[in-house]
């Protein structure tokens, strides 16, 4: 985090418009510091439960090689990872806990754990880190979640490093190949992407993005996005019901987070066979774009 961080400053990445505040980058560390207070306590739980209830499991797979531990633990984490992602943009309650993470409108490594603090109780890593560690393979679970850290950090980090390659003609057949199996910075842009690049329907996955390949959500624009955040007019809670809630609650919106350049884009009613794309957003709109 240390080194992506260093690249950003670097890069100038925060030095944007609005990203040094406390609806952004505070409330997206606030967000962090919540995540590991819920994983430590999740899994404490789940030791203690294995340990009450079934303590002769207690290592009871140490046999099995790391080899095979490794990849059953990442696949089983990211396949449930990508239905939760994927029902918190259909399920209203859900959207409701998975939303904060695509307020903001500048994308950084901070942004990779921003979500209400219930989000991360129902994630499936809370639940099978710390099964996995409990059964006897503490080194898959550090290298499984070493890997899938390491993808969040990339894939939210806005710096195209992906764009040169994809257009390069010695880079480009490898690349064909990565994007289809691991989630980068084009595939994960488009979900907080908004305009013609962008569409939050798509690209579910965390880590890996075969699932989506496989569920037919995928979308490769191989193109930078026009912006980041919600669809212009969506209502947006303060940041700290956003972060908090239900603790928190307020019946003001941040009357700030709708003043947004408008991206181009025609009516719902326009001709769709003259569209050059039809973006369906978060909240169901079909917005046509010249």
Same mark, same amino acid.
């Given at each position: 985090m240390a080194l992506?961080?260093?690249m950003e400053l670097a890069f100038g990445l925060y030095r944007r418009p609005g990203v040094l505040t406390m609806r952004e980058l505070g409330a997206n560390l606030l967000s962090l510091a919540s995540s590991l207070l819920?994983?430590?306590?999740?899994s404490g739980a789940v030791i203690w439960a294995l340990g009450a209830l079934w303590p002769r499991s207690e290592g009871a797979l140490a046999g099995v090689s790391f080899w095979l531990a490794l990849p059953l633990y990442v696949l089983l984490d990211e396949y449930g990872s990508y239905w939760l992602h994927r029902k918190s943009h259909e399920w209203p309650w859900l959207w409701r806990l998975h939303k904060p993470h695509h307020v903001p409108r500048n994308l950084n490594i901070s942004v990779t754990y921003r979500e209400?603090?219930?989000?991360?109780?129902?994630l499936p890593t809370a639940w099978l880190a710390p099964a996995v560690?409990?059964? *006897?393979h503490p080194a898959a679970f550090a290298a499984?979640?070493? =890997?899938?850290?390491?993808?969040?950090?990339?894939?939210?980090?806005?710096?195209?490093?992906?764009?040169?390659l994809q257009q390069n003609r010695f880079t480009r057949p490898v690349m064909r190949v990565l994007e289809r199996i691991v989630s980068l910075p084009d595939t994960h842009q488009v979900h907080h992407g908004v305009g013609r690049y962008g569409n939050a329907m798509k690209n579910y996955g965390a880590a890996l993005i075969c699932f989506d390949w496989l569920h037919g959500t995928l979308m490769i624009p191989h193109a930078r996005q026009e912006g980041f955040?919600?669809?212009? *007019?969506?209502?947006?809670?303060?940041?700290?019901?956003?972060? =908090?809630?239900?603790?928190?609650?307020s019946t003001k919106k941040d009357e700030r987070a709708d003043r947004r350049r408008p991206i181009e884009q025609t009516?719902?009613?326009a001709d769709l066979a003259m569209a050059e794309a039809v973006i369906t957003t978060v909240d169901g709109r079909a917005v046509v774009v010249r």
């Open positions: 992506f961080a260093a819920i994983r430590g306590v999740s209400n603090w219930l989000l991360f109780l129902l560690v409990w059964l *006897g499984g979640s070493a =890997f899938r850290t390491l993808i969040g950090m990339i894939e939210h980090c806005d710096l195209r490093w992906d764009l040169p955040g919600l669809p212009e *007019g969506a209502p947006i809670e303060p940041w700290a019901e956003q972060i =908090f809630w239900p603790f928190v609650r009516s719902p009613t």
